[in-house]
Each structure stands twice: as structure tokens, then as C-alpha cells.
């Protein structure tokens, strides 16, 4: 079974590198499913969870953006931010929900605010649903 190099880059470093048989990402187009020998591709990232499968086993980390350049054989995901499970503040990732669910209310929707508490809502709910896994 053939498989590929994943490695997650953050600005704080490398939160994960190792070989997978499958990649799940969801670009900005769209949920992408990576298998070794993919066609190269580079592409916005939203922020969602990234799902690493290897034998029965799939990992998952919460990832904040960035891109996925795709290889046949390596992909890499440079992100703003990406947590494993274990290092996931949940208290953190509840504050950061209740803050941005305020801001919602609060701004108006053209307004830039606006703009930042949805991502920083999604940031929090990806945390969320991933530490739960
Ligand atoms: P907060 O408002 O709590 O800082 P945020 O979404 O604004 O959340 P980011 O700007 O995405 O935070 O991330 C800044 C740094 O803090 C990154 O290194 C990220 O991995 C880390 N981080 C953010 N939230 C958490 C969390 N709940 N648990 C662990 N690390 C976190």
C-alpha cells in the first residue's frame, strides 16, 4: 500500500510529519481527499478540521488557515495555527466561542468586525469538535 509524507508547518513549528495512506482537507473550494499520487496542487485551506488516516487509525488536528501543496508523493500544510487533540486548550476554545458569539451580535454585518468573529468562531468550534475526538 503505497503512502505519502504529511507534514503540518506552523509558525511555531512542525506539528505533525509522518507517512499516511489518506489526507482529508477542506480546501476553500471545497472537501479534498489526498491519496498518494495525487495531481500537484496548491490551495487556501478554510478553518476545519484535517483528518490523517493511516491503517485504521485517523488522526485529526484543528488547522487555522493557511494552504496545502500537494505532490504525488508529500504534502505539505502550512497553516496560521494547528493543534493536535491533547493540546487543545477546551476552556481557551470556550472563551474564544463566547467572545466571538458576542462580537456577532453586537457588530454589524459589513462591518470588519463582523468578518473576524466568524473566523474566530470557527476557529473555536474547529478546536472544539477536535478536542472532542
Ligand atoms: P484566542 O482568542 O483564545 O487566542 P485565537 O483563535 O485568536 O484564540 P489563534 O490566533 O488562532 O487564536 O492562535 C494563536 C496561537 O494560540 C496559536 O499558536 C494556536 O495554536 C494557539 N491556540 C489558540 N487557541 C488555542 C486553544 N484553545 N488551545 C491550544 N492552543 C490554542
Do not use: C, W, Y
Not at 102 to 107: G, S, V, Y
Not at 118 to 133: C, E, F, S
Request: hydrophobic content about 40%; proline content about 5%.
Amino acid at each position: 500500500m503505497p503512502t505519502m509524507n504529511v507534514n503540518v508547518v506552523t509558525p511555531d513549528g512542525t506539528v505533525f510529519d509522518g507517512d499516511v495512506d489518506m489526507v482529508s482537507v477542506r480546501a476553500q473550494s471545497g472537501e479534498l481527499g489526498i491519496l498518494p499520487g495525487h495531481i500537484p496542487l496548491v490551495a487556501p485551506l478554510s478553518v476545519e478540521s484535517v483528518r490523517l488516516k493511516k491503517g485504521s487509525a485517523t488522526d485529526i488536528l484543528a488547522v487555522s488557515g493557511g494552504f496545502v501543496e500537494v505532490r504525488p508523493d508529500r504534502v505539505t500544510i502550512l497553516a496560521e495555527a494547528a493543534e493536535k487533540p491533547e493540546d487543545i486548550d477546551v476552556e481557551r476554545a470556550q472563551e474564544a466561542k463566547r467572545r466571538a458569539e458576542e462580537r456577532l451580535q453586537r457588530a454589524k454585518q459589513d462591518d470588519i468586525d463582523f468578518k473576524r468573529a466568524q473566523l474566530a468562531l470557527r476557529r473555536a468550534n474547529t478546536r472544539l469538535k477536535v478536542a472532542k475526538n
